[in-house]
């Protein structure tokens, strides 16, 4: 199965992504862990996406798009894949659309988790991320068992630096702007999927799994 999980920064993409990956045995593909990855290892590719990252914008599509298209084409994706946090764009979506006509597939399903802004606001500042592996939890609704440690490395956990509230609003703002549109555009082609992202996380997951059929 070929998934795009679609929302606002918070939604809760990256929590549903991870488990639809492990229930659907494919490979969960994160732009954002991406970058952030090569942040840590000091890349040229690092060193460009940090200065929007930071900002709270987005980094070019040029940047992105030739870099997810090799990814998806790699031997583990030939079952499916779940893109988490891409495309968050309309070029992107189309150069999407493009690198998957050349591997003869399509999408099945985009996977839109609702969360209206107020509630993003508050749930952004409870998470926590792994500077070891980048596993994310929240300080409230999916904490870890020992405060500030990471249950599966032991690596300590700290609030992104995009994730402080002035940042937050911005990313906000360009999701409205740039990446909200992509919900026509996945409607248009018959295979949006709206969840209501506000539900507790085990719920939003049984309805993506409801709707999706798998
Ligand atoms: P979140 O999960 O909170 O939405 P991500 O980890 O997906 O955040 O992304 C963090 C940042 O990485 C974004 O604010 C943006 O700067 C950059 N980024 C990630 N994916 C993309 C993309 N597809 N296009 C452009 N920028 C991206
Ligand atoms: P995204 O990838 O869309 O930016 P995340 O999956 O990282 O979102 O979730 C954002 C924060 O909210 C994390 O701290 C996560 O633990 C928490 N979270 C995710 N889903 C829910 C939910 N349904 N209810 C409450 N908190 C949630
Ligand atoms: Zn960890």
Redesign the pocket.
């Known amino acids: 199965m070929r998934l795009i999980m679609l929302g606002a ?2 939604a809760g ?2 929590t549903q992504a991870k488990r639809a990956a492990a229930h659907l045995g494919v490979p969960h593909i ?4 991406i ?2 990855a090569n942040i840590k290892e000091g890349t040229e590719l690092g060193r460009k ?1 940090k200065e ?2 930071d900002a ?4 070019p ?1 040029e940047l ?1 798009c030739d870099l997810v298209a090799d990814r998806i084409s790699k031997e583990d994706c030939a079952k499916g894949f779940i893109l ?6 309309i070029p ?1 979506a189309e150069a999407l659309d493009r690198a998957l006509e050349n591997l003869g597939t399509s999408i099945d399903y985009a996977v839109d988790i609702d969360v209206p802004d107020e509630a993003i606001i508050s749930r952004m500042g409870g998470r926590r991320a792994c500077v070891g592996c980048g596993a994310t939890y929240h300080i409230k609704f999916n904490p870890p068992k020992q405060e500030g440690v990471c249950d599966t490395c032991g690596k300590d956990l700290i609030l992104r630096d ?1 994730d402080k509230p002035e940042t937050v609003k911005t ?1 906000l703002g360009v999701y409205h702007e740039q990446t909200q549109p992509l919900i026509d555009f996945y409607s248009a082609k018959g295979v949006l999927v709206t969840v209501d992202g506000t539900q507790g996380m085990d719920d939003v997951f049984a309805e993506i799994v409801s709707k999706i059929g798998a």
């Open positions: 920064p918070g993409k990256g994160s732009t954002g862990d970058f952030r996406a929007y990252m709270g914008a987005l980094v599509d992105v988490d946090g891409f495309p968050r764009t992107q995009d990313r």
